[in-house]
Nanobody, 124 residues
Framework: QVVLVESGGGSVQAGGSLRLSCAAS????????LSWFRQGPGKEREFVAG????????YYTDSVKGRFTISRDNDKRTVYLQMNSLKPEDTAVYYC?????????????????WGQGTQVTVSS
């Protein structure tokens, strides 16, 4: 059973930074992609960033490129999302998700495992 546990959310003013963590357990993730999604108030869940467990490939949605960085620590089995220059429109619940392979990264239905989510609130 795969378990994903997010942490690091909170409240910050616009222009500030937060780092989210996703601790993964339960199996060998070498063939997996770990990604971050977010769901803002009244919005659909959207892809934010993804990283392959085995390689260095990273993927970002256009709205966060240059501001967010996804990374991983294989020894700690943890994926991070460093969020800088935060904007009020980044306010959302952020979810960690895992899937086998590196296709259909932006599709929520392609992911088999999800964390419980962590709230990020950015005030203007």
């Amino acid at each position: 059973q795969v378990v994903l546990v997010e942490s690091g959310g909170g409240s910050v003013q616009a222009g500030g930074s937060l780092r989210l963590s996703c601790a993964a357990s339960g199996r060998d993730f070498s063939s997996y992609t770990l990604s971050w999604f977010r769901q803002g108030p009244g919005k659909e869940r959207e892809f934010v960033a993804g990283i392959l467990w085995r390689w260095t490939n990273t993927y970002y949605t256009d709205s966060v490129k240059g501001r967010f960085t996804i990374s991983r620590d294989n020894d700690k089995r943890t994926v991070y999302l460093q969020m800088n220059s935060l904007k009020p429109e980044d306010t959302a619940v952020y979810y960690c998700a895992a899937k086998i392979g590196d296709d259909q990264l932006a599709s929520t239905t392609a992911y088999s495992y999800w964390g419980q989510g962590t709230q990020v609130t950015v005030s203007s």
